[in-house]
């Protein structure tokens, strides 16, 4: 007689099949089966394996499933003498499997996906930033990460809960966020897999890795982009345009962010408590004999700010700049003019320069939110390497060749003085600390500028441009083309949104305009401009290149738009907040996006309408030096 007995433990099968005649005992088993479900919509064609070197593929000799069936079912069948609750399980997905959401078509770009020790049961993209999670953080376990990832996508549920076949509003988020996570992955890896093939010393397992992590870094901004419900194919599209460019890698940029990973992936997470101390966001200085230039941005905790850090849990710190143009001090340490006003959500807050921000302790993982004029929040995570004892010149010879443009400020190729300069080859003073700081935008306020030069013009057929006093008359104001492309785009029919600075000038073209023929060259910049259509509140965009010079008199006056193309249409609305009213756009011109991190607001507030922005989520990563290093590079260059 034929016997089958099988044991079941949690999602382990433990199955063994033998022969004995009248014999009451079975063999002794060989393996255990695990049985697990891979799903970014379930996936058919799949294998699953553990990854026991951590390497993040299947390898020869690890155990690893036949594809997946239909309903993303597949079975690792693990030999025994291994403990599978101690190895990652990864799932590897190729070109031909089958995705259930796109049933009559393939996933067309292979990529893994991943989950934690322990958690072999369901496999997700969710359950890969989780791991993800924990291969940056070691010390972190399974439910501090989960944790996270559920925080930062403000999930209800689990990340690592199967959402098969489940239609709560929770599931589809999650689902969404899922599938824009695979599709950023697959989009880089077809724009990488050139660079990849053709450099022996890249590996698909090791981009796939990075695109892993910086994945992880903006789940704070993926969410933002889930928040409004369910998303339409358009609106994933849209996502995943925007937040593949802000994992800053491309195909000239992948070599450098992984040899900037490798270089501070070793580095410890600082987890110290508080102290009294700065960390510089941004240092630039351009010194001539005839000019002195400089700016220093840096966050300054005193000893009060941080005295009851350990029991409060929280502790405050300040803003300081500062800087000299062209001879002129603007400001020295909190004695500079702040020009933004901040919605907080019930009051315009005017946010002082000497304002006590606040920010928590850091977590286990190295991890804090900061809170800016009551108003911006961020996640930040920090490693700092002693630099006491090395080069001045050296360091931030090295800090300019940072891979990565801060957010704010631009490129780091001209942070801090040229190396070169006299004073700055010598060695820095003990305590000082260089800071590698990732930092993620959770919340933006809604802003707006007080400087005069900010205040809205309405368009007017002839004669000086009024200031606009009211929304409503400033968009009857500016009718432009948007039914019609025979009217020329001027500033007196359509409002301008923003000066986008070019690399370079468009080339000079010949203008016949009037007969009479005649060359025009431009300044290097892009002017994005709007009408309006008050019926149904909708706008049109455009894009104009900006005029330098015209060499026929009287055509063309400097700084005015030539040859403006129509780039979008949206619709626009206006709500009161708090004693304002505020205009925004449903959607800015792609054009516009990459290009700058803000989408325009129109304020309408104590009789003026002023130009506004709200700031779309991103994820910077910085170099700072701390207080004790700047403060002797600024005795060496006479910055106070």
């Not at 919605?343 to 005017?350: D, V």
């Amino acid at each position: 007689m034929k016997r089958q007995w099988i044991l079941i433990s949690g999602a382990a099968t433990m199955a063994l099949a033998g022969c004995g005649g009248d014999s009451s005992s079975p063999p002794a088993p060989t393996s255990i089966s695990y049985a697990t479900v891979i799903n970014d919509g379930l996936l058919k064609g799949a294998s699953a394996c553990l990854d026991m070197n951590l390497n993040g593929k299947c390898d020869e000799g690890e155990p690893i499933s036949a594809k997946s069936d239909i309903n993303g079912k597949a079975t690792i069948v693990v030999p025994f003498g291994i403990d599978a609750a101690k190895f990652p399980v990864v799932a590897e997905v190729p070109a031909d499997a089958v995705d259930a959401d796109n049933p009559n078509g393939t996933v067309g770009t292979a990529y893994t996906l991943s989950a934690p020790a322990g958690k072999t049961g369901y496999i997700s993209p969710l359950t890969t930033m989780v791991q993800t999670y924990l291969l940056q953080n070691p010390t972190a376990t399974v439910e501090t990460a989960t944790a996270a990832v559920k925080d930062q996508l403000k999930l209800t549920g689990s990340p690592l809960d199967n959402i098969a076949g489940k239609t709560d509003a929770d599931a589809q988020k999650a689902a969404d966020a899922g599938r824009i996570i695979v599709k950023i992955k697959q989009a880089h890896l077809e724009d990488l897999k050139t660079v990849i093939a053709a450099d022996p010393s890249l590996t698909k397992e090791q981009v796939e890795a990075l695109l892993n992590k910086r994945l992880l870094e903006l789940l704070d901004v993926l969410q933002e982009k889930l928040s409004a419900g369910t998303l339409s194919p358009t609106d994933v599209d849209a996502a995943v345009t925007e937040l593949k460019d802000l994992t800053l890698i491309t195909k000239d940029t992948l070599k450098d962010a992984l040899d900037d990973d490798k270089k501070h992936g070793k580095d410890s997470v600082d987890m110290t408590l508080p102290t009294a101390g700065a960390s510089v966001r941004w240092f630039n200085y351009l010194n001539s004999a005839s000019n002195i230039n400089y700016f220093v941005r840096q966050f300054v905790a005193s000893d009060d700010d941080v005295k009851d850090a350990a029991t409060s849990g929280s502790y405050f710190y300040t803003d300081q700049r500062f800087e000299m143009d062209n001879n002129i001090k603007l400001s020295s340490g909190t004695d500079w003019t702040r020009n933004e006003v901040y919605f907080t959500g019930t009051e315009w807050f005017a946010c002082p320069a000497d304002f006590k921000n606040t920010a928590t302790v850091r977590n286990a993982a190295g991890e804090n939110i900061s809170t800016y004029c009551k108003t911006y929040k961020s996640r930040n995570v920090r490693k700092a390497t002693d630099i006491s004892g090395l080069s001045i010149k050296d360091i931030i010879t090295g800090i300019r060749k940072f891979p990565y443009a801060d957010t704010m400020y631009g490129s780091y190729k001209t942070w801090g003085a040229d190396p070169a300069t006299a004073g700055l080859d010598v060695l820095f003073a003990a305590g000082s600390k260089l800071f590698y700081n990732v930092s993620t935008d959770i919340e933006t306020p809604l802003a707006y500028s007080t400087l005069s030069t900010d205040k809205v013009l309405q368009g007017a057929a002839t004669g000086p441009l009024p200031l606009a006093t009211d929304l409503d008359t400033l968009v009857t104001s500016f009718p432009g083309n948007l039914i019609t492309e025979t009217t020329r785009v001027t500033s007196r029919n359509s409002l301008g949104i923003r000066n986008i600075t070019l690399d370079v000038a468009p080339d000079p073209v010949t203008d016949s305009t009037g007969g009479t023929a005649g060359l025009i060259s431009f300044q290097a910049k892009r002017r994005f401009s709007a009408a309006f259509d008050v019926t149904g509140n909708k706008v049109r965009f455009y894009s104009c290149k900006v005029v330098d010079t015209d060499a026929v008199p009287g055509r063309y006056t400097a700084n005015s738009s030539y040859g403006c193309e129509t780039l979008s249409d949206s619709t626009y609305k206006i709500e009161t907040k708090a004693d304002a009213r505020v205009l925004s756009f449903a959607k800015m011109p792609e054009a516009l996006i990459p290009l700058w991190r803000n989408d325009r607001l129109l304020v309408e507030r104590g009789g003026s309408v002023m130009y506004g922005w709200h700031t779309r989520l991103v994820s910077n990563r910085e170099l700072r030096l701390n207080g004790v290093a700047m403060d002797q590079i600024r005795g060496i260059l006479s910055i106070n």
